[in-house]
């Protein structure tokens, strides 16, 4: 079994951390992980943990989320976020999506660069690069090798309203799987087969209909 821990940043109740227009980042990163495990369901032998409040209304500590991926047995960790940058409002200059790994080498620098690469490919945004994330809790506090990526920035009017969109948080969710399907080699699961019809040749059925029923 291949363990994958993902964390939505922060939390509905975490100060701060939104649009100066007031959308939440943990609602984005929260509709990136939900897609993401939904789509990480139709692969075998793939098991993922959540480590954020799913609610929002818990902000759980870095540390105890770094430590329920170690007692998963994490494989490998990812942590979903929108960037912010400026002196305070809407600051349109800053743009893009990065992605952060634990230092610029071994296997979370080399899964970093798939992510970057697929979530550019995929949404056209400015790539600004892979960066070293050793400052980060998520980073260098999981044993597991760890990316963080930032999504867009919510201080930037266009990423903003990118952000909100369900439609735009399954275009992340789509390459991040895509890039961790790739480098980990999952397989897909076999669908189940098509459910044989109930009719039966020669038989009939009786249908109602409103007040009347009829044979088909």
């Known amino acids: ?3 994958i821990t993902l964390s939505a940043g922060h939390a509905l109740v975490t100060p701060g951390k939104q649009t100066p227009d007031g959308y939440k980042e943990w609602s984005f990163n929260s509709g990136v992980v939900t897609k993401m495990m939904v789509l990480l369901a139709n692969y075998k032998d793939v098991a993922v943990l959540r ?5 929002g209304k818990t902000d759980i500590p870095l540390a105890q989320r770094a430590d329920r991926s170690d007692s998963f047995g994490a494989h490998f960790h990812l942590d979903v976020h929108a960037n912010a940058a400026g002196p305070g409002g809407w600051y349109d200059a800053a743009s893009g999506i ?3 790994t634990y230092k610029l080498s071994g296997e979370s620098y080399e899964i970093g660069k ?7 490919g995929a949404t056209g945004l400015k790539n600004r690069g892979v960066k070293n994330g050793d400052g980060l809790y998520m980073i260098k506090g ?6 963080l990526v930032e999504c867009g920035f919510m ?8 952000l909100k969109s369900a439609d735009y948080q399954q275009k992340i969710a ?3 799987v895509g890039a961790l399907v790739e480098h980990f080699k999952f397989v897909k ?10 009719h039966e040749t020669g038989k009939h059925y009786r249908v109602q209909v409103g007040a009347c029923s009829k044979l088909v």
């Not at 798939?114 to 550019?120: E, P, R, V, Y």
């Open 174 to 176: 789509n390459p991040l």
């Open 189 to 198: 699961r076999t669908p189940p087969p098509a459910p044989k019809p109930t």
């Open 98 to 100: 990065e992605t952060f």
């Open 155 to 162: 201080t930037n009017r266009t990423e903003a309203a990118l």
């Open 51 to 55: 480590l954020d409040d799913p609610s």
């Open 114 to 120: 798939k992510l970057q690469a697929a979530l550019i």
């Open 142 to 147: 999981v044993k597991a090798p760890s990316c």
């Open 1 to 3: 079994m291949f363990n």
